[in-house]
Structures are given as structure tokens and as C-alpha cells.
């Protein structure tokens, strides 16, 4: 199993460009998770699925987009990135809400 | 306001120290997280408790649900557990608070 992965691992976005990282799960969980990390903060919850069509907002949702039309699948859209942006981003994975979390690699993103 | 603070922020030890991180919060929680950060930023799920002890080879991990308490315990720690350690609690489906971390170093 390869577990959680995340494309790309690094990425340099210009203010205004969108983008859409992607993540993937190869353990057949249903519940899927993205955070972001910023320092001294901690991780926040952005978007969150508990299975495949249905998708609901975290803590911090704003500027961001999320489907989930596949299991494997869970990409997170940047509509319009802003420097505030700027943060490194993490997908878990895990088979209900309840049990341990799989976290991908992260994606380091800059937004200048 | 932090709803789940961890102590100490940073913590360094001599090889073979036993460690101990603690976390504590503020709010009524379905199960406490501890997770593992390594140097190159992946992040592990170590322990997930909802009551009592759980332990992983040198790892403990404990709760007092009275106390909104939890500590993370490293028995004969070695330089390889040098990390930061997360503290998450969930408090309901989709709400997840998280500790800051604590960064740990353990010197040969």
C-alpha cells in the first residue's frame, strides 16, 4: 500500500493563480481530511469528507474547494491563492471520523 | 484562547532520559491524539485514547478524562525520537483542535 499521497510537494503560486493539490488513498477509508499548518498555530481543518459525494467545511474553509467523486480521491482547490495562503498543507485519511488518522507528506506552498 | 495546550513547548534530553509531554483541555472530547512530526515534516499517528493508558513499545500514552489531562510518556528515550509531538483532541465529528507541538531533542 502506498498509504496518503499528496502532488506536488512543493509549489510557487502568484497571487490570483489557482491551483488544485491532490491527494489519494489506497486503504479504502471513508473518512478524508485537509489541514493546513501554520507556525505557532497548529494544524486547522480546512474541508473534511466522510465518503465519496459528500463534503463539508472545517474551521478554516474560506478560499478553498474540495470534491470527493472517487474513495482514492480528495483534491483541495485554491480558487483565486492569496499570501495568506501560504502555509503547508496535509491530507489524513482514516476508515470512520473516530479512528487514527494517515497523513500524507504534506504540500509546501508559497504564494507571493 | 487555545483549547488544547501542551507543556513544556520545547524540551531537550540526554540519551536515556525518560520524557514526558502534557497536554491539557479544555473541552469535553470523544478521544485525544498524539501524533509525531518528524524533522522532514511527515506527521504519525502514535496513540489514540478516549480513557486510561495505551503503550507502543517505549512509547505511553495517558488520560484522565476528570482532568482533561493527557501525557505522553518516552521511556529510555534515543536520539531518534528527536520530533515534535502533537496533542489533537476531537470534540465532535468534523471538529479537531490541536496542540502546538513540542519539540523535542535528544542529544547522544
Known amino acids: 500500500n502506498a498509504g496518503v499521497t499528496q502532488t506536488p510537494k512543493f509549489q510557487v503560486l502568484k497571487t490570483g493563480q489557482s491551483m488544485t493539490l491532490q491527494c489519494a488513498q489506497d486503504?479504502?477509508?471513508?473518512?478524508m481530511s485537509w489541514y493546513r499548518q501554520d507556525p505557532g498555530m497548529g494544524l486547522r481543518l480546512i474541508h473534511y469528507?466522510?465518503?465519496?459525494?459528500?463534503?463539508d467545511q472545517g474551521e478554516v474553509p474560506n478560499g478553498y474547494n474540495v470534491s470527493r467523486s472517487t474513495t482514492e480521491d480528495f483534491p483541495l482547490r485554491l480558487l483565486s491563492a492569496a499570501p495568506s495562503q501560504t502555509s503547508v498543507y496535509f491530507c489524513?485519511?482514516?476508515?470512520?471520523?473516530?479512528?487514527?488518522?494517515?497523513f500524507g507528506p504534506g504540500t509546501r506552498l508559497l504564494v507571493l | 484562547k487555545n483549547e488544547v495546550e501542551q507543556s513544556p513547548q520545547n524540551l531537550t534530553a540526554q540519551e536515556g532520559e525518560f520524557i514526558t509531554i502534557n497536554c491539557s483541555y479544555s473541552v469535553g472530547i470523544s478521544a485525544l491524539h498524539w501524533l509525531q512530526q518528524h524533522p522532514g515534516g511527515g506527521i504519525v499517528s502514535l496513540f489514540m485514547l478516549s480513557s486510561g493508558k495505551k503503550k507502543h513499545g517505549r512509547l505511553i500514552a495517558t488520560i484522565n478524562i476528570q482532568e482533561k489531562h493527557s501525557s505522553l510518556h518516552i521511556t529510555a528515550s534515543h536520539p531518534r525520537d528527536s520530533a515534535v509531538y502533537i496533542c489533537?483532541?476531537?470534540?465532535?465529528?468534523?471538529?479537531?483542535?490541536f496542540g502546538s507541538g513540542t519539540k523535542l531533542n535528544v542529544k547522544p
Open positions: 469528507s466522510v465518503g465519496a459525494g459528500i463534503t
Open positions: 489524513a485519511s482514516s476508515y470512520g471520523g473516530q479512528e487514527t488518522q494517515y
Open positions: 486503504m479504502n477509508h471513508e473518512y
Open positions: 489533537a483532541v476531537r470534540v465532535n465529528f468534523n471538529k479537531f483542535y
